[in-house]
């Protein structure tokens, strides 16, 4: 990795801390009293002003690691804390897999397991179910930086193996979940008996799409609310600090210049899959993707871009020669695993009957 890579992720990982906020509070202070004490009229206001932004400072951290204590009072993990390295990883697993494969659900972004809590519960009934947070999620720890789907494929291979889910798996992502178990059934075919794959991330958009400023400006986002939660100035319910430093450093292999970095470790190539069974889930067309079409010079440019996603949604289909594509409801856009989650479940469910049906 680049050395302004390696600094990037030194930065996150000191940023991670949540009793940070406190160390930096009091070298502000420190430094207005130096200055104070200088007694130089203009050093006296400054000094002061910033001994007034330290007591803030100091003030939202205290509130964010309160906050942070209560939180963790309040909502204990349901599931179990396994060791994977010197980290640990959540996994709640439910049901009963009676003779089939355990489904293990990834959902997009850097989201946590619970994000699809609601497939989760309603397959449980029927079937092993597992939610699993990847580190700097929901209630597992930050974790090592930088965070990469190569290694997070890696991880949730042994967080299950160490929560002692039993093999064979049939994973579900979605989205950049979707990209991360396709790794994980690159890595270990032995124990994935299927794969359904929610929209994937296909990263030829990433590398060869037309200019994109939504991942970079969600990277931004992530990174400023870090920051607002690192002092307590929380817009809405507290999380730790490394849950967005997490998010920064996933989403930095998105762009053509990370995607050059990684692209061996973590692409999944035509072929890669074997004869593994895949069920791929997309929309017909590009709903929820109107701004990327608005952002067109013209009728023909946007008919490229709508073909060339269109094309590059399907991709994965390749990636084994036993895949297979399926549509989603009609309407439904990228996020249709909450738009229509009895679709998702009876997709899965679909694949669960066909693999029980030809035995081990």
């Known amino acids: 990795m680049r050395r302004d890579g390696r600094v990037a992720d030194s930065l996150l990982a000191l940023l991670s801390r949540d009793w940070l ?9 420190g430094v207005g009293v130096g200055l104070v004490g200088s007694r130089a009229a203009w050093a006296v206001v400054l000094g002061g002003l910033a001994v007034a932004v330290g007591a803030l400072l100091a003030a939202g951290s205290a509130r964010h690691l309160v906050l942070l204590a209560r939180k963790a009072r309040a909502s ?3 599931g179990r804390l396994v060791d994977v390295g010197d980290h640990r990883m959540h996994v709640l697993g439910e049901g009963e897999a009676d003779g089939g494969p355990t489904v293990v659900w990834m959902p997009g972004g850097h989201a946590p397991g619970a994000e699809f809590r609601e497939l989760h519960t309603m397959l449980a009934g029927s079937s092993r179910s597992v939610l699993v947070d990847r580190l700097g999620t929901g209630w597992s720890d930050v974790g090592p930086f930088p965070r990469t789907t190569a290694g997070e494929a890696e991880e949730l291979l042994a967080a299950l193996e160490a929560a002692g889910e039993r093999a064979p798996f049939v994973f579900v992502g979605h ?7 396709a790794n994980a059934a690159r890595r270990r075919a032995d124990l994935v008996a299927g794969l359904v794959l929610l929209d994937p991330t296909p990263l030829e958009v990433i590398a060869f799409g037309p200019p994109n400023g939504q991942l970079a400006a969600m990277r931004r986002g992530f990174l400023l609310t870090a920051v607002r939660q690192l002092f307590g100035a929380h817009r809405g319910p507290a999380d730790r600090v490394g849950q967005g430093c997490a998010a920064v450093s996933a989403f930095a292999e998105l762009s053509p210049s990370g995607l050059a970095r990684v692209g061996w470790e973590t692409v999944v190539y035509d ?3 074997g004869d593994l069974p895949l069920v791929l889930a997309v929309p017909r067309d590009l709903t929820g993707g109107e701004a990327v079409l608005a952002a067109a010079r013209d009728a023909a440019e946007a008919e490229r871009i709508s073909r060339f996603y269109l094309r590059s949604r399907v991709r994965y289909l390749a990636a084994s020669t036993a895949a297979r594509l399926v549509y989603t409801p009609e309407g439904t ?5 909450s738009e229509a989650p009895e679709f998702v479940v009876g997709v899965v469910e679909g694949l669960l009957r066909e693999l029980r049906a030809a035995g081990p």
């Open 271 to 273: 072929g890669d899959l």
């Open 21 to 29: 906020g406190a160390p930096v509070a009091v070298l502000v202070v």
């Open 333 to 337: 856009g990228h996020d249709f695993p």
């Open 76 to 78: 204990p993990p349901p």
């Open 175 to 181: 989205s950049f979940g979707g990209l991360l178990v």
